[in-house]
């Protein structure tokens, strides 16, 4: 398996990039839970519907810890939280939390470790475990 991409023309005329071609991800698709609780029922003894409970279980409590300010780890998976969305004001006096709160939103970091080592080009890089063995390959649909 592998990430395809294809690639595009910048067609923006005052990008310092104009004309220039860059890799574009071409997605093979959406899986959905369904086939996610399938996948994982043929790799080990869980049924999908054990498995079904426990996602909705694990939906429902990192919402719960989420909603209640926490940052939720999971480990491999990475860090999930919540932050508010706010216009801004001069005087912190004037700041109104039903009127300047605009929103929220979901963020997610994935796990990674940063580097540590005396090569300018790796030292403060972030290793992400989900992009472990990932390759790129061109696609020929256009």
Same mark, same amino acid.
Request: proline share 2%; hydrophobic share 30%.
């Given at each position: 398996?592998?990430?395809?991409? +294809?690639?595009?023309?910048?067609?923006?005329?005052?990008?310092?990039?104009?004309?220039?071609?860059?890799?574009?991800?071409?997605?093979?698709?959406?899986?959905?839970?369904?086939?996610?609780?399938?996948?994982?029922?043929?790799?080990?003894?869980?049924?999908?519907?054990?498995? +079904?409970?426990?996602? +909705?279980?694990?939906?429902?409590?990192? $919402?719960?810890?989420?909603?209640?300010?926490?940052?939720?780890?999971?480990?491999?998976?990475?860090?999930?939280?919540?932050?508010?969305?706010?216009?801004?004001?001069?005087?912190?006096?004037?700041?109104?939390?039903?009127?300047?709160?605009?929103?929220? $939103?979901?963020?997610?970091?994935?796990?990674?470790?940063?580097?540590?080592?005396?090569?300018?080009?790796? $030292?403060?890089?972030?290793?992400?475990?989900?992009?472990?063995?990932?390759?790129?390959?061109?696609? $020929?649909?256009?």
């Amino acid at each position: 398996m592998a990430i395809h991409y +294809r690639l595009l023309q910048n067609k923006i005329k005052g990008s310092k990039n104009y004309r220039k071609y860059y890799a574009h991800t071409v997605k093979q698709g959406v899986i959905s839970l369904e086939d996610i609780e399938e996948m994982i029922e043929e790799n080990c003894t869980a049924k999908a519907s054990d498995v +079904r409970l426990v996602l +909705r279980e694990l939906f429902d409590t990192v $919402k719960f810890y989420m909603q209640n300010g926490y940052t939720v780890d999971l480990k491999e998976m990475g860090k999930f939280s919540i932050s508010v969305k706010s216009v801004c004001v001069d005087d912190p006096k004037e700041f109104r939390h039903d009127r300047h709160i605009t929103g929220f $939103k979901c963020n997610y970091t994935p796990q990674g470790k940063r580097y540590h080592s005396a090569e300018p080009e790796v $030292k403060g890089h972030i290793h992400r475990g989900l992009l472990d063995g990932c390759e790129a390959v061109e696609t $020929k649909y256009y």
